[in-house]
Each structure stands twice: as C-alpha cells, then as structure tokens.
C-alpha cells in the first residue's frame, strides 16, 4: 500500500486504473464527481491504496461492468443494458445518483418495488425459502431430484382449510412448507412465481406443479404445489 494520488499535479491528468484485471483510464476529476462516493474516498489526496505491478490504481473488484459506471460519471447518462449488474456496482461504490437513476428504472422498479412490497406481506416468505433449499439438499442424497412440498394459501379459509389437514390424523406427515396468507392483489401464480424465481437466484434448477391426487394432505391438495429440484 503507498500514497499515490498526490504524485498527480492536476485532476485533469490520466489515470489508469486496474479493476479486476479490466484496464480503464480516466481522469482524476472523473473519479472525484461525487465526493461522497468510494471512488472519492479512494482517490482523497491521503488515501493508501494499492497499485499493480505496472504502477496502476488497483481496485480488487470484478471489473466488467466499471465501464458503466464511468460512463455514468463522465456523462451523467445511466446504461440501458445490464441494469441489474450496474446496479450493484453503484451501490459497492456508494455512487448515489446513480443508485437512484437505476432503482427507479423500469426494470429495477418492478425488482425492488413491486415485487418486494408484495413479499413482504407475506409473512416469513424469506425464511420459508431457505426452509424449502434445506429440504430439497436434505432429500437429495444419491438422487438426481429432490422434492418438496409447498402449500399456497392466499387467505384465512385456505388457512383453515390447511390446518384442518394438518391435524387430521388421516393426513399424510410429509414436510410441507406453508406460503402466506397475504393481502395484497398478486395471485398464486404470482407468489409461485416469485418462489422459483427467488430458488433461481440461489443457483439451483427448480420447476413446480399442482401436487396429484393422492399426495401430501388430501384433504387441501388443492393448496398444494410440487418444487422438483434437479441436481444433475
């Protein structure tokens, strides 16, 4: 680590950058738009930062999607492609402008607005879903799936319907993860939606289908959904 930026006369200079092994060059001033911002920080005229064996700023960070953000910097513009990539970066770099721009397009609203307000109506969707990743691993032991069952209430009489089952003692004792119930207007289909979608993010495969007949609490089977998690 060295003291690196008071070796530049002018903001107006070229700097070179390393970020991840992507090679930028810029300009002092560049770098400093926002001063609240880490870039700033990192480039104070007392900051210990480290340099790459070519003597350039390097910052330890995967670097595809710093063009973007300097993009940003230069022409106020935010990017049109890999919104939710650049998004991230803006927020590692505490570049707020640009959080804001991005968290505000359509198709981070949708992300961070939309369908956040509605999860969090729904009560324990979070820990539910690292409830149904834990079954699945639990039950994949020498298997290419693993199953879980998910039971979907949208409100109190599904509820009741779904107790009813549970303490039937008739009912199958299979794990069963219950989802909901919610206010809001977003259907089933919107909640198992956002179900697969948040097992997806985590990296695994998952599809899902209304559960037959026969399986899991007959009683409410209607209310009940098959996650089928494929490992390989």
């Known amino acids: 680590m060295s003291s690196f930026f008071p070796s530049l006369q002018q ?14 060059a810029t300009t002092l001033s560049t770098l400093r738009k926002y001063p609240g911002s880490r870039l700033a920080e990192m480039c104070s005229a007392h900051a210990k930062v480290t340099t790459d064996s070519k003597g350039r700023l390097f910052i330890d960070r995967e670097g595809t999607y710093f063009k973007y953000v300097l993009e940003f910097l230069r022409s106020e513009q935010p990017p049109t492609q890999f919104v939710p990539e650049v998004y991230r970066e803006a927020l590692f770099y ?20 939309a369908r956040q307000q509605f999860l969090a ?39 009741r319907k779904y107790l009813e089952a549970v303490n039937d003692p008739d009912s199958c004792k299979d794990p069963v993860v219950k989802f909901g119930p919610w206010k809001p207007s977003p259907t089933v289909s919107d909640l198992l939606y956002c179900i697969k979608l948040d097992v997806e993010n985590r990296g695994h495969k998952v599809s899902h289908q209304p ?7 007959l009683k409410c089977c209607h209310l009940l959904y098959e996650f089928v998690f494929t490992w390989w």
């Open 94 to 113: 505490n570049i707020e402008p640009l959080v804001e721009l991005l968290k505000n397009s359509p198709e981070m609203y949708g992300e961070l607005i």
């Open 11 to 24: 903001s107006s200079e070229v700097l070179n950058l390393n970020v991840g092994g992507e090679i930028y």
């Open 121 to 159: 109506q729904v009560p324990n969707y979070r820990e539910n879903i690292e409830v149904v990743m834990h079954l699945a691993r639990a039950d994949s032991v020498a298997a290419r799936q693993s199953r879980v069952i998910v039971c979907v209430v949208k409100n109190k009489e599904d509820e």
């Open 211 to 217: 559960c037959k007949a026969g399986k899991g609490l």
